[in-house]
Structures are given as C-alpha cells and as structure tokens.
C-alpha cells in the first residue's frame, strides 16, 4: 500500500506559512482544543479523495463533506490584515516515496486552491520528483494554463482541472512532436518525456508517476459523535456514514446472510469488549423471518442477562462504528475523531491495541485526533514491546502561539519514549502534578 509520508499545509486558517507534517501508519493528533487539529483532517481528506480520483459529483473538491463543515474559501484561507494584503490562495501538499528505502525518489505534489465559488477551487500545481520541478496555474483564461519549468515558461491549450494528473501522463509518454499541436504543447510533451516518461530509461519512474495516485484509497472519516442507538433498527438503507448509522444494519445482513463473516466479526467483538470490560457478548435479535422486517441488538455487560443496546453504557453504541469499521476495512485510511468519547480508560487503551492489530494484519492506515493518553500511552507500550516498529508511529503536537498554530513532529524510540518533544508539551500535566503534590500554587 502506497500511502503519503508527509502532508503540508499552507495558510490554512491558524497555520501560517507552510507547515509540514511526518505521517506514518499510525499518527496521533495531539493539542489543546481549537488548534486546528479538525481542519488538518479536513484538508487531508480533500487532497487525499482528490489525488485518489474520486468519481463521485461534486465529490473531490468538497471542503464540506461530512463530518467536516470547513465553509467557503475565505473561512478557510488564513486571515491577515495589514501592508501584505490579504491572503488568495492557500495550498496542500503531500509527499510519497517510489521505494520505502532511503536512496527511493521522493514525490511532493502540492495544490494551491483559490476563490472561485462556494467553496474553494484549484488555482495551481506544483509537482517534485528527483532533480525535477514543474508547475501549472490557471490562467484568467479558463481555457488556457501555464506550465512552468526551471528552464522554460508557456502557456497551453489546455483548461486546467481536476483531471491534471491524466493529461500529464498522457503526455509524459514519450510521443514525438505532432505538427497538430501548438509549438508550447510540443515543448510541453518533450520536457515531460524526458523527465517523468520513458525517454530517459526510467521505466520505474513512469510507472510510479501514473500509478502511486490510484493505489490511494478514499479515506474513511469517521465521526466524534457517532449515530445514537436505536431500541428498535428498521432496514432501511445501508449506505455508510462517518456517525456509523448503517452499522446495525451491516450487521443485521451479516447475521442473516453470511453467517462465516458474522461469526469472525462477531468473535473479533466480543474479544475487545471482554478486554475491555465493556461487554460479553452482543447478537442481533430478529423481530421477524425477512430481510425487511426490524431487529434490535442485544448486549450482554459481563455476566449478566442480554439487554438492549439502549439500556447499557452508551460507550457501547458510541464505539460499535469504530470497532466495526476497523474490523471489516483493509488497506484503508481510517480518519477518527475522537474515538475515546464516552469510553473509560481501559477501553481506551484497548482501543490503541485493536488500531496496531489492524495495521498489521489487514494493512490499514490511521490517522486519530485524540485528547486520551491512555491511548498514546498503549501504542508507546506496545514500541516497547515490539509489537510495533518506532518507525510506524508518528505524533503531531498542534502547539498554539498568540493567533497561530505550529504543527511539532514527534517520534518514538525503541524504548517508546519521545523524541523530539517541543517545549512546553506536557506544562499543563506537569503543573496540575505540581499542584496535587503541594509543590506549586
């Protein structure tokens, strides 16, 4: 599986400037409230479903699509106010190695984004491979863009859009100049061919080029507030949403019509939740002979008789989607916001384990958003215990400065513990500790 090893964010609304973010297997959004952790997830899975190819309308481009709600452009490009002017454009970026060794090439693709709507719209790009660098950028003349080199500067026939990255791969192969195309096209086609195509041997790099973008898969976000539970579920649809309303009813076809699935994925269940004290059991309950007909989950909490979802911990229902979701998704990039909520900290911490399990077994990706310890606290212990490389664990600290926010990259070592820790990370813990022990007032 393919995936970004670095995400960059530039005037973003509270991240000034360009900020670069190390992204692994495993990576934890840590900070106070309000410093922007919501909107790098936002923005990365915008870049992310834009880069994958998303097919569905008005889908790539979406700033707002559920659960996130980041507004129009202006609500989403950084604010600033004096002599400079305003700010017109704000970018992303992400950086992907061809080989996951040190001598591989490394790819940086960055989007600039512009007013030009209801929400923002691709203004430029700019593309890294190698010792080579180019560029494109709208024109005021929608059917025109201008490509951009270190040696060379020209406009094209070519109206710039989402599909960018297929018309340079169309380009890049090595077709010799047509009298049909413009001069600037056929110096286009020539640079191209001889960079990223195959004029210059490197079969390796056309092949990485056309293809690292279709390997990323459309993220999977999932909510902070997951759907409520119901004492009765009525089969309606089962389209998946990031608050996890169609899970019951994932599990209900399961039950019903797959009965080797449901048993792996009704074990898997009730391994983490005795492990994490949170229930026994859980069985779907039929109020009927057909698929149509309504059923409940039921929910046994330790030794005692089954209930109804409704009647136990709402930690129960509130984790289900997550615990589903990760179960039955491979080579997935799972967004989660929050995913301790309504959860006690054991179950927190069982929850960083089934994360780790779920990287090494079915290959997926996770990118968390997390106000818990006791989850960074379980990846850190299993480092220690070489469950999981240090390598494939990477911290964000989102550290707030007066109105602007510096995204820190931390790592692990062998032993779990931190590198690269900024000042002030833990100030707050270390004065509440202060205090509690009489040291400080």
């Avoid at 003349?141 to 710039?160: G, I, L, P, Q």
Wanted: aromatic fraction near 10%.
């Amino acid at each position: 599986m393919i995936a970004p090893d670095e995400f960059l964010l530039e005037d973003v609304r509270c991240f000034r400037g360009e900020q670069r973010a190390r992204l692994r297997p495993i990576t934890l959004l840590v900070g106070e409230n309000s410093t922007g952790k919501t909107t790098f997830l936002g923005c990365y899975d915008v870049l992310h479903r834009l880069l994958a190819g998303s097919r569905t309308p008005g889908d790539r481009l979406d700033f707002n699509r559920e659960p996130f709600s980041m507004g129009s452009f202006r609500e989403i490009v950084r604010s600033r106010r004096g002599r400079l002017g305003r700010i017109d454009e704000f970018a992303l970026g992400f950086s992907v190695s061809s080989r996951p060794r040190a001598d591989s090439e490394r790819f940086l693709t960055r989007v600039g984004f512009s007013e030009g709507g209801a929400q923002p719209t691709m203004s430029s790009v700019h593309c890294e491979y190698g010792n080579h660098a180019f560029s494109l950028r709208r024109t005021a003349d929608s059917e025109r863009t201008v490509f951009k080199t270190a040696e060379f500067e020209t406009e094209v026939d070519y109206v710039f859009d989402e599909n960018w990255m297929y018309w340079l791969n169309y380009l890049s192969r090595g077709r010799k100049p047509n009298p049909d195309e413009s001069e600037n096209e056929n110096r286009v086609i020539d640079y191209l061919a001889g960079t990223i195509g195959l004029d210059d041997g490197s079969v390796e790099r056309q092949r990485f080029f056309m293809l690292w973008s279709e390997q990323l898969r459309i993220p999977i976000p999932v909510a902070p507030l997951r759907s409520k539970p119901k004492r009765t579920y009525d089969p309606v649809r089962e389209t998946a949403s990031p608050e996890g309303g169609h899970i019951p009813m994932l599990m209900m076809r399961l039950d019903r019509t797959d009965k080797g699935k449901w048993g792996e994925l009704h074990g898997d269940l009730v391994t983490f939740g005795k492990a994490s004290g949170m229930f026994a059991d859980i069985a779907v309950k039929r109020h009927g002979r057909q698929m149509s007909d309504p059923f409940q989950l039921q929910v046994k909490v330790r030794t005692g008789p089954q209930a109804n979802i409704m009647d136990v911990g709402y930690g129960v229902s509130q984790s289900l989607p997550i615990l589903v979701d990760v179960r039955s998704q491979t080579h997935s990039v799972l967004l989660l916001q929050q995913p301790e909520v309504h959860l006690h900290p054991r179950a927190q911490a069982e929850l960083a384990s089934l994360f780790v399990a779920s990287y090494k077994k079915n290959h997926n990706h996770f990118m968390i958003e997390t106000h818990s310890d006791y989850i960074i606290d379980r990846i850190r212990i299993l480092v220690k215990k070489q469950v999981l490389s240090p390598d494939d664990v990477s911290i964000l600290y989102f550290a707030p400065k007066r109105n602007a926010v510096k995204i820190h990259n931390i790592g692990l070592d062998g032993n779990g513990d931190l590198e690269g820790v900024p000042e002030g990370y833990r100030d707050f813990f270390i004065r509440e500790s202060d205090q509690l022990l009489g040291f400080a007032d």
